[in-house]
């Protein structure tokens, strides 16, 4: 047997037991790391204290990495010099079992506050990283050039680039929390997920006593603009977008859904606060196409566009029911966490139509005081088939949308 074998083998094939292995019991909503414990994904099955492994969805690369003799199975992360470049928490929401469920809120503090733990060789890495850096937008930029956003040698420099403290977070599901957060039962979720991966994880169902889950899906990455000391001060007004991938417009500039538009609109909102004496945040998710992937958003553009009655708002969501068997996958529900990780409670204007956003972080205690709609004439001719549709199925702000006949979108070769 090779060494690699022999490695994945004393960590899939031992017997299980009939109660908890590891040595790191883990109390989730714990008011101090000291006393919730690290959380210990390593190889070593006795140190093991959670499912799943380190990184998300990038873990299946590092196991191919390994696997191609590119890096060592062994290898720890050295973390000299990778402290977060801002002071985040902790906040009165790291503390209980449900209010935050989807991330680790001490994820980014794993160099300091586990450091003894790390010293003896314990396998404990970040989940959350936080840096500084710049961000150059053609839209902010434009925005910047027509002088709407001013320099003012802090938030936006003279060269019109504007300094972002921005922070990656990898998710982090703590599954009883998590099930109560859906109104369904533990051992429901834990199957579901077993059973809906091929039995990626068989954890999930031989060891209850794990009670978090390091899934391999995508994170989330914020942007806050002005000192992030200000977010979750409620003396400060606070400026938010809570942001879907969407990878096509996003990146691409396609001109179907008004992603892009919306997401600029918002980062010149969040700037115009931060210049304001308040602060921004962009919280930006992993959850391309409804978190129904690429390939099906890609499938449910085809269908829209060969419809024989046209591309309308009455038949948008009838195509993405008929490819993916529902609406939309994103379910919000875990979304208002990295909210509580940042010890928000208020947010003065929030640039969203969501009817599903502004509910999730309602439910969550998060109170709204204006939600801001997108700009009329920031919706792209062939976006209004989609913005019309989502008007008609509870997307709040309709009255700064001008509807004066139902949209219809171009053809699939036009």
Known sequence: MSDLSADLSALFDSPVAAGPKSAWPLRWGAPTAEQRGPLIAARDPTQRNVIGTYAGVYSIYRALAIAARGLASNHQPNLTN???????????????????????????????????????????????????????????????????????????????????????????????????????????????????????????????????????????????????????????????????????????????????????????????????????????????????????KFLVYNARKRDRNGDTPASYFTHTEGVAGVRDMRVQELMPDVLHWLGITHIDRFASMSDMKIDALTEAGITIGESVPLPDGLIPTDARVEIEAKLAAGYRGGGAIQVEAPALGRGLGE
């Open 82 to 296: 990778t402290s977060p470049a801002a002071r985040i928490g902790p906040h009165p929401q790291w503390a209980g079992e449900d209010k935050i469920v989807s991330l680790d809120p001490w994820g980014h503090l794993v160099g300091e506050v586990f450091r003894a733990e790390r010293a003896r060789g314990i396998d404990i890495r970040p989940t959350i990283a936080v840096t500084r850096a710049h961000v150059d937008m053609p839209e902010i930029r434009a925005a910047f050039e027509a002088g709407r956003i001013k320099a003012d040698g802090d938030v936006v420099s003279a060269q019109g680039l504007v300094r972002v403290m921005k922070a990656a977070i990898d998710p982090v599901w703590y599954l009883p929390g998590v099930a109560r957060r859906f109104g369904i039962t533990e051992s429901d979720l834990r199957e579901s997920l077993h059973e809906n991966t091929g039995g990626m994880f068989p954890e999930l169902v031989s060891r209850p006593d794990l009670e978090v889950f390091l899934p391999p899906i995508g994170g989330s990455t914020i942007y806050c603009f002005g000192d992030p000391q200000k977010l979750g001060d409620t003396r400060y007004p606070l400026a938010c977008r809570v942001h879907d991938e969407c990878n096509g417009s996003d990146v691409f500039g396609s001109d179907i859904c008004t992603c892009r538009p919306y997401l600029a609109h918002g980062v010149e909102l969040c700037i115009e606060m931060a210049q304001a004496g308040g602060a921004g945040l962009v919280v930006y998710n992993r959850k391309e196409g409804r978190a129904l992937g690429e390939v099906t």
